[in-house]
């Protein structure tokens, strides 16, 4: 499962959060920044959520950048 729209915390922090469907749970987790980020833009969390109905991703600007890094998308393994 792919998370949607992602909230913009900040210019420098944006999050994602991906929810499985009923009856399923995150058996794993991972993220990407979309487009392709640029240095000094990193993932700082990726884990599943605390109930295990899905994941959620963070990532940072860790130094200033000249351009518009888009956006973060979490990934879950979802399964019975």
Do not use: Y
Not at 32 to 51: I, R, Y
């Amino acid at each position: 499962m792919a998370g949607g729209p992602n909230a913009h915390l900040t210019d420098s922090r944006k999050a994602d959060t991906t929810i499985c469907p009923a009856g399923k749970r995150a058996h794993g987790a991972g993220a990407a920044t979309s487009p392709p980020a640029p240095g000094g833009v990193g993932l700082e969390q990726v884990f599943p959520q605390p109930n295990l109905n899905g994941a959620q991703a963070i990532a940072v600007m860790t130094e200033p950048v000249t351009v518009d890094w888009g956006s973060v998308q979490s990934f879950a393994i979802c399964a019975a």
